[in-house]
């Protein structure tokens, strides 16, 4: 079919919590708007796509996770591009672009991206417009939304491209050849070009916070500043005076029905390689008086036979807080029904490209259940549920404020007063009373609640049928946008073990307490692929750990 009579590409996503899922999918969403027809797959899905002889424009959206790796998804994949009997030109009719997502708080910043770009271009794939790398330290939409507002005009350019070339008789194979080295030269130059547009956007950020207090009176900016003052709640001129861009409305695919039915009896599932075992030990290795808290807990894993060495980790499944919980039931007015059996289906003209039911909501469990165990209640809401909760408040002047928190002219704002703050949907609920969103909306909007890993600090040589954990616990102090409270898994860890909790170089509790009095949690070993002690017990081995940072070293000290 000739290039000029669909601009249809395809979009390929490597997510391991669902951030590059979702990004993948506003992607797709947006190309209806700008003339294209996008079909997308998870990398995990290989027989829904062949790169091998894809002539269409690729989009890959890759996440990154452990030591800088790929996602779970996106491992095979991976695996096969990294083959080595693969020729050097296998990939020379591939166009493509890859949007990275990384965290500079954690080594190999986007190494799960760089893999498959880097591959790519060995096996002679080419850009059709700048790589991107998001960084969810500083804020995943800082670099996100430019490279997507970008990626359009790039796959016109690339679209006329081909289509100029199918006019001509050219086999698409040459024409992207052709091309090779004016799309690479090209890329190069524009490389730079999105750095230096990237870094101008977020000046241009900090400059309009700093033209909030400015104005063209004088006197006026002084009484401005010092009566009003930007806040999650309220914002100041310009920006309340401002006519606003803001994101279309996302489209709604889920239909929640809730049932009277029985759900006594609901259990954390003990799949996907998960274990409870028993909390044999904890441990205050800090004083009450210290800055941070930190605890050493042993678990026995004596009977369910985990394997593991030092260096790697054990992902922990944790509850979101009954508290929240309830007070999020309260604010939906459904602490009537947390107890019905939860059906979810696909609306049946759902316009939503791709849409599926989330896997991680089980069907018949109750909704209290679903709340505290399977959705990500404390995420940070992005700029689409931040939308679409405006169409759910009846107070004109908090839509208002949300629309303007979602829009471009409130970029600073959204960054100042709901990511940095780390604001969560309850927060804006409690800020803007009269938002009550469907439960579907919550449904389509909130991420899986993932469990959280931690490195063993411990070797099954020195401490055969156990497992050491240390971890300090995360305290986000109470500010104008939230109460104080601790992170979702260390301040729940803490709560668990306060029974057998003790200060270090006391007698354990839980000598006294029977087996099955001990608190239990729900662990699954993660083993690392690249974080082990060398074979050579020659190698000379540099550790660097601050904090409880050198947790892994003391079992490579104990495994020596």
């Given at each position: 079919m000739p290039c000029e009579a669909v601009a249809h590409f395809l979009i390929l996503y490597g997510s391991q919590r669902g951030q590059a899922q979702s990004i993948a999918e506003e992607i797709c969403q947006q190309a209806a708007e700008h003339g294209f027809t996008a079909d997308i797959s998870c990398l995990s899905n290989q027989d829904k796509y062949n790169v091998d002889s894809e002539i269409r424009p690729v989009v890959f959206v890759v996440s990154t996770t452990g030591d800088g790796d790929p996602p779970d998804t996106a491992q095979k994949f991976v695996r096969k591009i990294k083959s080595k009997s693969l020729p050097h030109d296998h990939f020379?009719?591939?166009?493509?672009?890859?949007?990275?997502?990384?965290?500079?708080?954690?080594?190999?910043?986007?190494?799960?991206?760089?893999?498959?770009?880097?591959?790519?271009?060995?096996?002679?794939?080419?850009?059709?417009?700048?790589?991107?790398?998001?960084?969810?330290?500083?804020?995943?939409?800082?670099?996100?939304?430019?490279?997507?507002?970008?990626?359009?005009?790039?796959?016109?350019?690339?679209?006329?491209?081909?289509?100029?070339?199918?006019?001509?008789?050219?086999?698409?194979s040459d024409c992207t050849q052709d091309n090779n080295s004016k799309n690479a030269s090209n890329q190069e130059k524009n490389k730079p070009d999105l750095e230096v547009d990237l870094h101008l956007l977020k000046l241009s950020e900090v400059d309009s916070q700093k033209e909030k207090t400015i104005t063209s009176d004088s006197s006026d900016a002084e009484t401005l500043s010092t009566v009003l003052v930007a806040s999650l709640k309220q914002s100041v001129p310009p920006l309340s005076e401002s006519a606003l861009n803001v994101p279309a409305l996302p489209a709604s695919y889920l239909e929640v029905l809730l049932e009277q039915a029985s759900t006594e009896g609901e259990t954390v599932p003990s799949k996907d390689g998960y274990h409870e075992v028993s909390i044999s030990k904890a441990v205050q290795l800090t004083q009450h008086d210290s800055v941070k808290t930190a605890i050493l807990l042993e678990l026995d894993i004596l009977e369910q036979n985990i394997a593991y060495q030092p260096g790697d980790s054990?992902?922990?499944?944790?509850?979101?807080?009954?508290?929240?919980?309830?007070?999020?039931?309260?604010?939906?007015?459904?602490?009537?029904?947390?107890?019905?059996?939860?059906?979810?289906?696909?609306?049946?003209?759902?316009?939503?490209?791709?849409?599926?039911?989330?896997?991680?909501?089980?069907?018949?469990?109750?909704l209290q259940f679903i709340l505290t165990w399977c959705l990500e209640i404390r995420s940070t809401p992005k700029k689409a549920f931040v939308r679409a909760l405006a169409d759910f408040t009846q107070n004109g002047s908090e839509k208002r404020r949300l629309l303007e928190l979602c829009s471009k002219e409130g970029s600073a704002d959204y960054n100042s007063f709901v990511r940095d703050a780390n604001v969560c949907l309850l927060d804006l609920l409690r800020a803007f009373p009269s938002c009550l969103p469907p439960l579907s909306l919550l449904f389509e909007h909130l991420p899986k609640l993932q469990p959280r890993a931690y490195s063993a600090a411990s070797s099954s040589l020195q401490h055969p049928g156990k497992v050491h954990f240390v971890f300090n616990v995360v305290e986000f102090p109470a500010r104008p946008e939230h109460p104080a409270r601790t992170g979702l898994c260390t301040g729940w860890l803490a709560d668990h073990v306060s029974s057998i909790l003790r200060p270090l170089g006391t007698v354990p509790a839980s000598e006294h307490l029977g087996t099955s009095a001990l608190p239990k949690v729900h662990v699954r070993p993660r083993p690392s692929s690249i974080f082990h002690l060398p074979a050579d017990l020659s190698v000379p081995v540099i550790m660097v750990g601050p904090g409880t940072g050198v947790a892994p070293f003391v079992g490579f000290l104990q495994q020596r």
């Open positions: 020379s009719h591939l166009r493509y672009a890859l949007l990275a997502l990384g965290d500079t708080n954690y080594a190999n910043f986007c190494n799960g991206g760089k893999t498959i770009d880097s591959r790519l271009q060995q096996l002679g794939a080419k850009h059709f417009y700048a790589t991107g790398h998001a960084d969810d330290g500083t804020g995943l939409e800082v670099v996100v939304d430019p490279w997507i507002e970008g990626l359009w005009d790039s796959l016109k350019k690339t679209f006329s491209s081909m289509a100029t070339s199918n006019q001509q008789g050219t086999d698409l054990f992902d922990i499944l944790c509850p979101n807080r009954a508290s929240e919980v309830e007070e999020l039931l309260l604010k939906l007015d459904l602490q009537m029904q947390k107890n019905c059996a939860v059906q979810v289906n696909l609306l049946k003209n759902c316009s939503k490209k791709a849409a599926k039911v989330p896997l991680h909501i089980p069907q018949n469990a109750s």
